[in-house]
């Protein structure tokens, strides 16, 4: 999460989109600029998170740490008398992180299982 703030910080001052968009839609371009920063990273944590943890349980796995580290880099705020209204103010930080970790490694292991798969059925070797 830290590194997709300092990334956004820099795609703040370095930005790919032109000035003109700025000025017109500049509520779409914070927002693209957000989907920039967040998605390489979101995808690299479920790339390592499919590695890392075992194979019974890799989606409970990434939820549990993406949920510890949620509790960990928002502690400050979880005791502050509005607790709520401050995480949503920043939910477009932490929800990617804490929801979409976990659906990329679902999504990762949804395309490995041969489940998905129809395979045809081999005839018996004793069949005419």
Known sequence: MYVGVAAFGFLAVWSPFPL????????????????LVVFP???LLGLIFRRLFSASFRVLDAFLSML?????????????PHPIQDLGQTAELWV?????????????EWARS??????????PLDAP
């Open 68 to 80: 510890i580290a949620f509790l960990i880099a928002y502690a400050d705020t979880l005791w502050e």
């Open 20 to 35: 003109g968009l700025w000025k017109s839609h500049g509520s779409l371009v914070i927002r693209l600029s957000a989907l």
């Open 96 to 108: 990617p992180f804490l929801l979409g970790v976990p659906a990329v490694v679902y999504l990762l």
């Open 114 to 123: 041969n489940q998905r798969l129809e395979r045809p059925v081999k005839p």
């Open 41 to 43: 990273l979101v995808l």
